[in-house]
C-alpha cells in the first residue's frame, strides 16, 4: 500500500502539497542511479561544477518571491523570514565555493624529487536529511558543498514540508544539473531508515538530538559512511548587566523568532537573583505582550507565526504544563491566540529557579528562567546541560566577556547578540548532544570531501640508486 506525503498551511489546515511516499524499492533505485551518475559528475573539472552551482544560485535568484512563499505557507513562518532565508540560500553559493577552495582545494609543495600535492576527493552519494524549521536553508548549506566536492546528493525533505523540497529539485534542473546527481524522495520516518541503510557514502542531518543519537549508533558498524550531524540545544543565555531595554530586546528575539524553531533559539535565561534582575524579568514579559503574532502573509507583518502544526502546538503545551507541575512560576503561560488555529501560541516564560527541569529542547516559544546569585553560578546554570550549540552573554564588561568566552561549552557563544545569530561565512555546530565535531556552514567543506595526500615524480628514475647505496653499505 503507497503512504501519502501531504503538507498542511498550519495558519489555515489548507494543504500545499501532497504526494507518495517513497518505498524502501524505491529509496534503493534512487541511490543506485546517483551512484551511476557520480563518475560523470566527479570527473568533471571543479570550475565546471562551480558553473552549475552558479547557475542555480541565479535561478534562485529570478525564484526568489516564489520560493518564499512555498516555505511560508508550509512552515507558517513570515513572509520576510521567507524571503530572508532563500537570500541566504543564494549567499550559500559564493560563500561554499570560497569555503571550498580555503579547506578542500588543491595544494603543492616542491620536493627534491618532484612535489608534494594535497587534493580532495567526494565520498560519493551522500543522503541529506532535511528539517521542516528551515526547509530551503539548511539542507542546501549541505547540498551545495556536496555538489561542488564532487558528490550525488539524495535529499529526503522533511515530511512536514515536502514542497520546498520539491520546489528545490526543479530549480536544480531548471538551472541545468546533470542528471542523477540531485535526487529528491519523499517520505516520512520509514523513507528516511530506508535512505541511511541503502548503499550510501555520507548522511548530513540537520534535527532532533535523539535522531542524532538514532543514526550513531545504526552507523556504528559502517565506518565508512561520514556522518555529520547537526542537532539541537537547551541554549542558556545570561543578561547580566547594560541597558534593560536592549537586553530585553536581545532576550526576545534569541527565544521567540521563528516561533521558538530554532536549534540555536534561547531556552535558559539566565538572570540575576536581585531587583536588576526581575526588572529584566519584567521587561522581557512586557515586551513579549507586544509581539505580533501572525500568519504568513498578514499585513503588517507579524514577528512571528504558528508552530509547524497543531499537534506540536499541543505537545508543547503538555511539556510547558509539566514544568509547572514540578513548581515553575508562570510568567506567562504558552497561551492560545484568539482567533487562530491551535498551531498559533503565545511566548512563553517560567520561572525554574531552584528546580531540576529536564535537560531538553522544547521547540517552542519558551523561556525557562533561572535566578542565580552571582556570576560563577551564571556559568555553572548555563553549563549544566548536555548539550552544547549556541550560548549568549549580555554584559558590558570586558572581564566577564572573556571569562565566558573560556569557560562556556558551545559551538556558537556570542555577546549582546541574540543566540541564534550566525554567520555563513563561519562554522555552525556544537558540543555534546548537539553535535558530532562535524559544524555546517562555512566548515561544511571538511565533510564534504576526503584529503589525499601524495608524493609524485615525473619518472621513476633515482629510486633504484637510491636503495642500492642503502643495501650495499
Given at each position: 500500500m503507497t503512504t501519502a506525503v501531504r503538507s498542511l498551511d498550519p495558519a489555515t489546515g489548507e494543504t500545499v502539497w501532497e504526494g507518495a511516499a517513497a518505498s524502501r524499492e524505491e529509496v534503493s533505485a534512487a541511490v543506485a542511479r546517483s551512484r551511476a551518475g557520480l563518475p560523470g559528475w566527479a570527473g568533471l573539472p571543479l570550475e565546471s561544477r562551480i558553473a552549475h552551482v552558479r547557475a542555480f544560485q541565479r535561478v534562485l535568484e529570478a525564484s526568489k518571491q516564489s520560493l518564499a512563499e512555498t516555505i511560508a505557507r508550509e512552515t507558517g513562518k513570515p513572509r520576510w523570514e521567507g524571503l530572508a532565508e532563500v537570500s541566504s540560500m543564494i549567499g550559500k553559493v559564493e560563500i561554499s565555493i570560497a569555503a571550498q577552495a580555503e579547506?578542500?582545494?588543491?595544494?603543492?609543495s616542491a620536493m627534491p624529487f618532484g612535489a608534494a600535492v594535497l587534493r580532495h576527493r567526494p565520498h560519493g552519494v551522500m543522503a541529506v536529511l532535511g528539517p521542516y524549521n528551515f526547509p530551503g536553508h539548511l539542507p542546501n548549506g549541505h547540498i551545495v558543498p556536496a555538489l561542488l566536492a564532487g558528490n550525488a546528493v539524495v535529499f529526503k525533505p522533511s515530511e512536514l514540508t515536502p514542497a520546498v523540497g520539491e520546489a528545490m529539485a526543479l530549480l536544480w534542473k531548471e538551472a541545468g544539473l546533470p542528471p542523477n546527481v540531485f535526487t529528491v524522495i519523499q517520505g516520512g520516518r520509514d523513507t528516511g531508515a530506508a535512505l541511511v541503510e541503502a548503499d550510501i557514502d555520507g548522511l548530513l542531518f540537520t534535527g532532533s538530538a535523539a535522531a542524532g543519537a538514532h543514526f550513531r549508533h545504526v552507523l556504528a558498524d559502517r565506518p565508512h559512511v561520514i556522518a555529520a550531524l547537526e542537532l539541537g540545544g537547551n541554549n542558556p543565555l545570561i543578561l547580566w548587566d547594560g541597558d534593560g531595554a536592549e537586553a530585553a530586546s536581545i532576550a526576545v528575539q534569541s527565544g521567540f523568532i521563528t516561533t521558538g524553531q530554532r536549534c540555536s533559539c534561547a531556552r535558559r535565561l539566565i538572570v540575576p537573583d536581585d531587583a536588576r534582575g526581575m526588572t529584566m524579568i519584567d521587561a522581557i514579559a512586557a515586551l513579549a505582550d507586544r509581539v505580533r503574532i501572525g500568519a504568513w502573509n498578514d499585513e503588517p507583518a507579524p514577528f512571528m507565526?504558528?508552530?509547524i502544526s497543531d499537534a506540536a502546538a499541543e505537545a508543547a503545551r503538555k511539556r510547558f504544563g509539566h514544568l509547572a507541575d514540578m513548581g515553575g512560576r508562570v510568567i506567562r503561560s504558552l497561551l492560545p491566540v484568539a482567533g487562530r488555529p491551535p498551531a498559533f501560541v503565545a511566548p512563553a516564560m517560567i520561572d525554574m529557579t531552584g528546580i531540576d527541569a529536564p535537560d531538553e529542547e522544547i521547540f517552542a516559544p519558551i523561556l525557562q528562567v533561572i535566578r542565580v546569585p552571582n556570576f560563577d553560578a551564571a556559568i555553572t546554570a548555563a553549563n549544566d546541560t548536555r548539550y552544547g550549540l549556541s550560548a549568549g552573554l549580555v554584559t558590558e564588561d570586558d572581564r566577564l566577556w572573556q571569562r565566558f568566552l573560556l569557560e562556556s561549552r558551545?559551538?556558537?557563544?556570542?555577546?549582546?547578540?541574540?543566540?541564534?545569530?550566525?554567520?555563513?561565512?563561519?562554522?555552525?555546530?556544537g558540543l555534546g548532544e548537539s553535535g558530532n565535531h562535524h559544524p555546517s556552514a562555512y566548515y561544511a567543506a571538511d565533510y564534504c570531501a576526503y584529503p589525499v595526500a601524495s608524493f609524485e615524480a615525473a619518472s621513476a628514475d633515482g629510486n633504484a640508486q637510491s636503495i642500492s647505496a642503502m643495501l650495499t653499505s
Amino acid at each position: 500500500m503507497t503512504t501519502a506525503v501531504r503538507s498542511l498551511d498550519p495558519a489555515t489546515g489548507e494543504t500545499v502539497w501532497e504526494g507518495a511516499a517513497a518505498s524502501r524499492e524505491e529509496v534503493s533505485a534512487a541511490v543506485a542511479r546517483s551512484r551511476a551518475g557520480l563518475p560523470g559528475w566527479a570527473g568533471l573539472p571543479l570550475e565546471s561544477r562551480i558553473a552549475h552551482v552558479r547557475a542555480f544560485q541565479r535561478v534562485l535568484e529570478a525564484s526568489k518571491q516564489s520560493l518564499a512563499e512555498t516555505i511560508a505557507r508550509e512552515t507558517g513562518k513570515p513572509r520576510w523570514e521567507g524571503l530572508a532565508e532563500v537570500s541566504s540560500m543564494i549567499g550559500k553559493v559564493e560563500i561554499s565555493i570560497a569555503a571550498q577552495a580555503e579547506r578542500a582545494g588543491e595544494k603543492r609543495s616542491a620536493m627534491p624529487f618532484g612535489a608534494a600535492v594535497l587534493r580532495h576527493r567526494p565520498h560519493g552519494v551522500m543522503a541529506v536529511l532535511g528539517p521542516y524549521n528551515f526547509p530551503g536553508h539548511l539542507p542546501n548549506g549541505h547540498i551545495v558543498p556536496a555538489l561542488l566536492a564532487g558528490n550525488a546528493v539524495v535529499f529526503k525533505p522533511s515530511e512536514l514540508t515536502p514542497a520546498v523540497g520539491e520546489a528545490m529539485a526543479l530549480l536544480w534542473k531548471e538551472a541545468g544539473l546533470p542528471p542523477n546527481v540531485f535526487t529528491v524522495i519523499q517520505g516520512g520516518r520509514d523513507t528516511g531508515a530506508a535512505l541511511v541503510e541503502a548503499d550510501i557514502d555520507g548522511l548530513l542531518f540537520t534535527g532532533s538530538a535523539a535522531a542524532g543519537a538514532h543514526f550513531r549508533h545504526v552507523l556504528a558498524d559502517r565506518p565508512h559512511v561520514i556522518a555529520a550531524l547537526e542537532l539541537g540545544g537547551n541554549n542558556p543565555l545570561i543578561l547580566w548587566d547594560g541597558d534593560g531595554a536592549e537586553a530585553a530586546s536581545i532576550a526576545v528575539q534569541s527565544g521567540f523568532i521563528t516561533t521558538g524553531q530554532r536549534c540555536s533559539c534561547a531556552r535558559r535565561l539566565i538572570v540575576p537573583d536581585d531587583a536588576r534582575g526581575m526588572t529584566m524579568i519584567d521587561a522581557i514579559a512586557a515586551l513579549a505582550d507586544r509581539v505580533r503574532i501572525g500568519a504568513w502573509n498578514d499585513e503588517p507583518a507579524p514577528f512571528m507565526g504558528p508552530l509547524i502544526s497543531d499537534a506540536a502546538a499541543e505537545a508543547a503545551r503538555k511539556r510547558f504544563g509539566h514544568l509547572a507541575d514540578m513548581g515553575g512560576r508562570v510568567i506567562r503561560s504558552l497561551l492560545p491566540v484568539a482567533g487562530r488555529p491551535p498551531a498559533f501560541v503565545a511566548p512563553a516564560m517560567i520561572d525554574m529557579t531552584g528546580i531540576d527541569a529536564p535537560d531538553e529542547e522544547i521547540f517552542a516559544p519558551i523561556l525557562q528562567v533561572i535566578r542565580v546569585p552571582n556570576f560563577d553560578a551564571a556559568i555553572t546554570a548555563a553549563n549544566d546541560t548536555r548539550y552544547g550549540l549556541s550560548a549568549g552573554l549580555v554584559t558590558e564588561d570586558d572581564r566577564l566577556w572573556q571569562r565566558f568566552l573560556l569557560e562556556s561549552r558551545a559551538g556558537v557563544v556570542n555577546r549582546n547578540r541574540p543566540t541564534t545569530g550566525a554567520a555563513g561565512s563561519m562554522p555552525f555546530g556544537g558540543l555534546g548532544e548537539s553535535g558530532n565535531h562535524h559544524p555546517s556552514a562555512y566548515y561544511a567543506a571538511d565533510y564534504c570531501a576526503y584529503p589525499v595526500a601524495s608524493f609524485e615524480a615525473a619518472s621513476a628514475d633515482g629510486n633504484a640508486q637510491s636503495i642500492s647505496a642503502m643495501l650495499t653499505s
